[in-house]
């Protein structure tokens, strides 16, 4: 019975990775033609509640899809060699599995992590408790100038609206140590849309656009940062098939 149960999970799962990841198939009902004049608050209010309705879903699918992504780890390993002695890292938009800050918390000792729904604060840091959660806007943290070593974000600006991409970087700049680092991975293309049924759920409104690369690069040198490098990597899966990977740096001089 226990074999047939995980079997039948193993399916569950299988199925509910192709709904995310295919977008075209019927499962997956989005809103075209995405109201480009709605308010950020809007957004963001409806992502949150979103993600506290669909958080559980996503968690079971993704919670462990590091330890099979290599190429992930090479970044964040990547990310920690360019980090002093005993680092404060923020994972920006963690989402419910923080899978990424928790890799990094079992290399350094400070680590926080940042959503904007506190269902998927709940659920990470039943996974990670060493880890210092907090509810916050990426754009708008409560934290104090400089108070950061590093940042990671991945796959969470494209929930951002890209007339407010300037103001994410600026929050990251504003609360980086000089000499700080970015990691920030996102999905690559020009792709917009609002998906209302999506993880097994109805009824959400989860704002989505991809980017290519000139609208991450030129946002985070507006506000200050150098490149360290960026470039494009082909996905996990076939939808989207590339995303773009950006090493940065605030100067040792801040402007």
């Known amino acids: 019975m226990i ?7 193993g399916v569950f799962r299988i199925q509910l990775r192709l709904i995310y990841y295919e977008f075209r198939i019927k499962e997956v009902t989005f809103n075209s033609g995405v109201n480009v004049t709605m308010e950020y608050k809007e957004i963001l209010k409806n992502i949150k509640s979103s993600y506290d309705i669909a958080g559980k879903n996503y968690y079971e699918l993704f919670h ?14 990547r990310f920690l060699s360019l980090m002093k002695t005993d680092p404060i890292i923020c994972d920006m938009g963690c989402g419910p599995a923080a899978q990424y800050g928790g890799f990094i918390q079992t290399h350094c000792n400070q680590v926080h992590g940042i959503d904007i729904s506190e269902n998927n604060l709940c659920l ?25 070593d590093g940042l990671i974000s991945f796959y969470s600006l494209f929930h951002i609206p890209k007339n407010k991409t300037k103001d994410l970087f600026k929050e990251f700049y504003r ?4 000499g700080g680092v970015i990691l920030l ?11 209302s049924e ?5 009824d959400l409104s989860i704002f989505t656009n991809f980017h290519i690369i000139s609208e991450v690069e030129n946002p985070c040198l507006t506000a ?13 899966y076939d939808f989207p098939k590339e995303r773009i990977v950006l090493f940065a740096k605030k100067p040792q001089k801040s402007m």
């Not at 074999?3 to 999970?9: H, I, R, S």
């Not at 991975?185 to 998906?195: A, P």
């Not at 200050?224 to 996990?236: A, H």
């Open 3 to 9: 074999e047939k149960n995980t079997f039948y999970l």
């Open 185 to 195: 991975v996102t999905h690559k293309g020009e792709y917009e849309n609002t998906f």
């Open 224 to 236: 200050g940062f150098e490149t360290i490098d960026i470039f494009s990597k082909e996905s996990y």
């Open 64 to 77: 462990d899809d590091i330890m099979q992504h290599d190429f992930d780890k090479k970044l964040l390993f």
């Open 198 to 202: 999506i993880w097994g759920h109805k």
């Open 124 to 148: 990470a840091a039943g996974k990670y408790p060493e880890i210092q959660f907090q509810c916050n806007d990426m754009i708008d943290t409560d934290f104090a100038e400089s108070f950061f």
């Open 175 to 178: 609360v980086l140590k000089p």
